[in-house]
């Protein structure tokens, strides 16, 4: 009951939610440098085997906690949205396009989530900031980490297909191309993870801007 509380309070919520997003940036960072390395050793002559072995069974396991990561992520980053969508609404914000639930548990619901993704995150800017979701006025902060979104989720829709790159195979030089390609989709999905820290927090300070007692809105143009 003591966690599901403390998990309850923004405050807390929003800094855990940034550690999980740095601990994903630089566990990406690591993984891209590990596979670097092996890809480098490649190119030795001898081929040192079982030094190769040793990078790739090491950016194996990084890819290992970096999935299991990402769920913890994955199931933070959708409490804070319905938390977050709560507190806008008991600070007095409206025009919401979905119910808090929604604009949550919607990101689990295919094709159905690239619209919620959009939809719902805007929303619950645009109330956070002026108050009111209907609000005309849109920074460029949505689309923006939207489109890294996209782009992000095409990178980790790529990445399976080559896994291969995990094994040692007879091709060094298909091996080295598996590597550069598995790098650039690590590296694609970094200013995502950056936008989404960097919304997230954003969100948070206005909501926090909405909650104090001498705050007053200004009025709509």
Not at 57 to 63: D, H, N, P, Q, R
Not at 105 to 134: C, E, H, T
């Amino acid at each position: 009951m003591r966690i599901t509380h403390t998990f309850r309070n923004m405050t807390v919520l929003t800094p855990v939610l940034q550690l999980l997003l740095g601990l994903m940036v630089i566990r990406s960072v690591a993984e891209a440098f590990i596979w670097g390395n092996a890809w480098r050793l490649m190119d030795a002559n001898p081929l040192p085997m079982e030094r190769v072995k040793a990078q790739m069974e090491l950016a194996k396991t990084l890819a290992m906690v970096g999935n299991g990561l990402y769920a913890v992520f994955a199931a933070m980053f959708l409490w804070w949205v319905f938390r977050a969508n709560q507190r806008a609404r008991k600070l007095g914000c409206q025009g919401f396009g979905f119910s808090a639930k929604l604009a949550s548990l919607g990101f689990l619901i295919p094709f159905f989530n690239y619209w919620v993704a959009y939809k719902g995150m805007r929303d619950l800017r645009q109330a956070s900031q002026y108050g009111d979701a209907y609000d005309d006025r849109m920074p460029p902060s949505v689309w923006v980490w939207y489109l890294l979104l996209l782009i992000a989720h095409v990178a980790m829709l790529g990445e399976p297909f080559f896994l291969p790159a995990y094994e040692i195979t007879p091709s060094v030089g298909e091996m080295q191309e598996d590597i550069v390609i598995l790098v650039i989709l690590l590296m694609i999905k970094l200013p995502c993870y950056i936008a989404t820290m960097v919304l997230a927090w954003k969100i948070h300070r206005w909501q926090q801007k909405l909650a104090r007692p001498d705050f007053a809105r200004a009025p709509q143009a």
